[in-house]
């Protein structure tokens, strides 16, 4: 049996981690992680990401690789994030579904909610 401590132990800022070395693997892997959290902040889930494609909004735009050369620049294709998104949700869709209200843990977000609901994650706009 596992349990886990409602105390808080450390509060550090933590990320993906890869292999010493790859500066590649870790631009993708830590965009990908923000383009969830930028998803969860601009309403974007895996249920309705084909029809947020169509968004008017330049930041959805960019999110969603409609806009801008983020999947290029890492060297991944347009739709990139779209694919993410659409196989493992946004940021909140994760968290729920692993260690949250979805989940058997039925953890609260706590500091692990947007900055904008008292918690501490938010991504740099995608430009």
Do not use: C
Not at 47 to 76: F, H, T, Y
Not at 104 to 116: F, I, Q, T
Request: glycine share 12%.
């Amino acid at each position: 049996d596992s349990v886990v401590l409602p105390e808080l132990i450390s509060k550090e800022p933590l990320g993906p981690a890869v292999r010493q070395g790859d500066d590649h693997w870790l631009n993708v892997a830590k965009w990908t992680l923000l383009v969830m959290v930028a998803a969860e902040e601009l309403g974007v889930t895996s249920q309705n990401v084909d029809e947020m494609k169509s968004s008017e909004n330049p930041n959805i735009r960019r999110l969603l690789g409609a806009e801008g050369s983020l999947g290029k620049d890492l060297g991944l294709g347009d739709t990139w994030s779209v694919d993410v998104i659409k196989q493992v949700g946004n940021y909140g869709e994760v968290f729920d579904r692993n260690i949250g209200k979805a989940s058997p843990l039925k953890m609260e977000r706590g500091l692990n909610a947007l900055w904008s609901e008292g918690g501490l994650q938010y991504a740099p706009p995608i430009r």
